[in-house]
């Protein structure tokens, strides 16, 4: 007996060890144990959903807390976020905004392997976006896709058609110019569209639509007919031009929700935004809609056909070097935000989540101030997503190049052809090659 009584004490020990998911000595034997984990955000005070995910798991597992840490929002947040992982300050779980430096965590080491986490969450194109070597470093919590907003009340002020989702881009064109010239003799200041500064608005959608277009392969002259455009209506005047959005620091977010402008191409996550803006008065009260995008010819335009557009899924990872008393606490965390509860939860404050079902779409458009009509539900529930960030090596570097070929473009005189072919150059020799 002195010599079983250690063994089954051992082997009862070794088997809490398990039940409770550490590897490590200094886990709590408890699984009920109080737990603090560490979520990556932004803007928090305006951005609700991390505190509605850290809420939502805590509902579920009372015994764990996440403590979200804020970062600057923007493209800053992918600097700081690679800093802090350098220095092993950065939190335990925390968010990939798109696709751009995926590779760039992966690769580099910063992103711990949760396929034990996504073998029980099906299959789709967002989740196989963090695959690497049959291995997932990532979940998707949300899935954005890029619509048209437009104002209703000023579409009738400049006695202008609403959209039907049947636009091409000349169709669009032609409106953002008519609503320009009606708006003008109704007394109003507002432009028919504003295109906000970021390149997706003019390079996400080129690559989505345009047939065979490859951002990997070095030759971005498909781009040229979107920037052509995007001239045009800074020409005529239909829209803000790009150095008066940079040196206004227009935002458009106040464009649209202060009805400076009829339309709006953004993603889905400005639902919540503007839910959010017009009860605090940031935005004025008016009725609006959402549209398909504009699109690349009429075989995919009308209620009939898929729309095509652009959107990378937002992902979760964890950090390698959390402690391992945390790292299944932290797992099971990626689990319920990739999941229908956490899904509804995103849906309730206006946010489009990983997996969009019929639940999902019924809360959202459930709730106060968003449109009922049917167009902006099938603009919202039927497209094409296509990634404006494939995964590659070499994507941060190509994006970086032409995010400073889209300034150029827009901003100075030495036309689309000049710019275009300087990108090549320099994808070539400074990204490609290297």
Known sequence: MKRTIPAVISAAMALTLVLTGCGGGDEPVDPNAPVTITLAGWSLSSTPEFKTLADGFKATHPNVTVELKEYAPGNDYDTQMITDLAAGTAPDVYVMKNLKNFYTYQSGGQLLDVSDVTSGLGSSPALASYQVDGKAYAVPYRQD???LYYNKDLFAKAKVALPDGSWTWDDYTDAAKRLHTGLKGAGSNATGAYQHTFQSTVQGFALAQTPNADLLSGDFGFMKPYYERSLDLQAAGAQPTFG????????????????????????????????????????DTFEWGMA??????????????????????????????????????????????AGPEAGKALAGIGLTPAQVTDAVTASLFGLDGVPQDDLSKFAYTKHTIKPENPVSKHTAGLQNLLNETHSAILSDNKGVDAELSKAQTRAKNEVLNQ
Do not use: C, E, H
């Open 145 to 147: 896709s890029w619509v």
């Open 244 to 283: 008066t959005a940079k040196t206004n620091k227009l935002t458009y977010q106040a464009q649209f929700g202060k009805q400076q402008s009829a339309m709006l191409l953004m993603g889905t996550w400005y639902v919540a935004t503007l839910l959010n803006q017009r009860k605090s008065g940031d935005a």
């Open 292 to 337: 398909p995008a504009p699109q690349f010819d009429k075989s995919t335009t009308g209620t009939s056909a898929t729309p095509v557009t652009f959107g990378d899924p937002t992902g979760l990872g964890i950090n390698p070097k959390i402690s391992k008393s945390k790292a299944a606490v932290a797992k099971d965390f990626l689990k319920y935000a």
